[in-house]
């Protein structure tokens, strides 16, 4: 069964440094998404990607975030200048939406959990 | 924001009980979906109804959509420790937006 998959599970980062998420969605998949959990709490929309640009950003996703699709097959978050409160689980997730069903089932990674200091 | 609180927080039952679960909204929706999450892990799709749909089964799980209050249910039946798991709620706004808002989750403890 396809699955996306996430790389690394796990990041220490020191705060002020740059940390790169990578994830591979589903091959036919045509959204992708970046999802936050900060520990215990509710899962936050932070972006979605289509046709390789932004198609939506929360109010999270500020400056500071940056997402890429640099090949055919990956999809990157990138964290610019880390600070203590970006300490969370990164969920990536992605979709096939259409007319009728809409947004439809998100298929979510394992996620990467990044520890700032 | 679009989506609300879901209750409980926290449920705890024993196992071959039923779990109730209660997701509130606040937005027009398109769909409503269920996921799981087990401590640590990714979120898993569970079942989606329909906005012009009232009720869906899917094996133990039961789910109701009530537009009118914005609110939807998902009941677990006969429970086993293993449904042990966080349960959030999502709602889906398309077509205006391609995009799952989840809800906060009820964090349900199955006892053996």
């Known amino acids: 069964e396809p699955e996306v998959t996430q790389t690394p599970s796990h990041q220490v980062t020191q705060m002020g440094q740059e940390v790169i998420l990578r994830c591979v969605p589903i091959?036919?998949?045509?959204?992708f998404y970046w999802y936050r959990q900060i520990l215990g709490q509710k899962v936050e929309f932070l972006v979605s990607?289509?046709?390789?640009?932004?198609?939506?950003k929360s109010e999270i996703f500020d400056d500071q975030f940056s997402v890429e699709r640099p090949d055919g097959s990956n999809f990157t978050l990138k964290i610019r200048s880390t600070k203590l409160e970006d300490s969370a689980m990164y969920f990536c997730?992605?979709?096939?939406?259409?007319?009728?069903?809409?947004?439809?089932?998100?298929?979510f990674g394992e996620g990467s959990r990044l520890t700032v200091l | 924001s679009q989506q609300g609180e879901e209750d409980p927080q926290a449920l705890s039952i024993q196992e071959g009980e039923n779990a109730t679960m209660n997701c509130s909204y606040k937005t027009s929706i398109n769909n409503l979906q269920w996921y799981r999450q087990n401590s640590g892990r990714g979120l898993v799709h569970l079942i989606l109804i329909r906005s012009n749909e009232r009720e869906k089964h899917s094996g133990r799980l039961r789910v109701t959509l009530d537009t009118s209050k914005k609110s939807s249910s998902l009941l677990i039946t006969a429970s086993r420790a293993a449904d042990t798991a966080s349960y959030f709620c999502?709602?889906?706004?398309?077509?205006?937006?391609?995009?799952?808002?989840f809800g906060s989750g009820t964090r349900l403890l199955v006892r053996p």
């Open positions: 091959s036919n998949h045509l959204y």
């Open positions: 997730a992605s979709s096939d939406p259409d007319r009728e069903i809409g947004t439809g089932e998100l298929f």
């Open positions: 999502a709602t889906d706004a398309s077509p205006s937006s391609y995009k799952l808002i």
């Open positions: 990607f289509y046709n390789n640009e932004i198609s939506e």
